[in-house]
């Protein structure tokens, strides 16, 4: 008997959710399909104070810019519970407020299960507290397991890409740091600041970029910014094209 040969018809998938509340589509991109020439920079998270939303939106601008690299800023985590600061006594225990963010995580593990992540001040936070009691770093678990974190993920102190430097931030804000590095460089941790700077000289044309942070202002966590007048900014950054186009967007509020 003759046999006939059938051709499966290929489906090509994609996830499409209409979400009515934020007026646009959301998206579930695939990352491995995305140009890896172009990052997503996501600014600090803070879990598990993250806002509602946040996820949704960055997938959506990486899908936008088709970013294929996807590069965190750190603070992950926010630790309010171990902080050095007060904590405040009627928040999450320390036990509770790590499981909370794990549980918080896992929709963003879901959707970037390839990253870098950069260590900011809070993720570094146990580290700190194990070494004031004299504990051996080799003591402590990896921050990768800590979070829950999927084993493409790769955490370091600072992360160089197409001569851009990324880092978390702790001295100086992004353009300062690009000007007297010469390099172009990428930062979070100043929650309330975000801009793309450039500083051309005869030689080279630089740029600095603050991101915000995705996390929820209002959280018991933040109390200590509710005198301030300036407040922090949702935003994420897209450097496009081999690093030579960077661009902030803030989430739409
Ligand atoms: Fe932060």
Redesign the pocket.
């Known amino acids: 008997m003759k046999k006939i040969a059938v051709k499966k018809k290929v489906v090509k998938k994609t996830t499409v959710k209409k979400k009515k509340d934020l007026g646009y589509k959301i998206y579930t991109p695939r990352a491995n399909k995305l140009d890896k020439n172009n990052v997503i920079f996501i600014p ?1 998270l ?1 879990a598990p104070f993250i806002k509602d939303g946040v996820l949704d939106w960055i997938k959506e601008e990486q899908k936008r810019y088709n970013c294929g690299t996807v590069i965190f800023a750190g ?1 992950i985590i926010d630790g309010h519970a171990w902080s050095y600061h007060e904590s405040d006594p009627d928040g999450l225990s320390v036990g509770d407020e790590l499981q909370a963010a794990r549980e918080q995580l896992k929709p963003w593990f879901k959707a970037f299960p390839e990253a870098i992540s950069l260590m ?1 001040n ?1 993720d570094l936070l146990i580290q700190r507290k194990a070494r004031t009691i004299g504990l051996s770093k080799h003591f402590i678990k990896g921050f990768g397991d800590v979070i829950g974190a999927p084993k493409g993920w790769k955490f370091d102190i600072e992360y160089v890409k197409d001569n851009v430097l990324y880092k978390h931030g702790n001295v100086g804000t992004a353009f300062k740091v690009a000007k007297e590095s010469r390099i172009s460089t990428c930062q ?2 100043f ?1 309330a600041e975000t801009y793309v700077q450039w500083s051309v000289s005869e030689k080279d044309a630089i740029f600095g970029m603050q991101v915000g ?1 995705g996390a929820d202002r209002h959280a018991y966590a933040f109390d200590y910014g509710k005198p301030f007048a300036k407040k922090p900014v949702i935003s994420c950054g897209l450097i496009l094209d081999r690093g030579k186009t960077p661009i902030v967007k803030l989430m739409p509020i």
Do not use: A, E, P
């Open positions: 600090d803070h603070d900011g809070h979070g941790h929650h942070w």
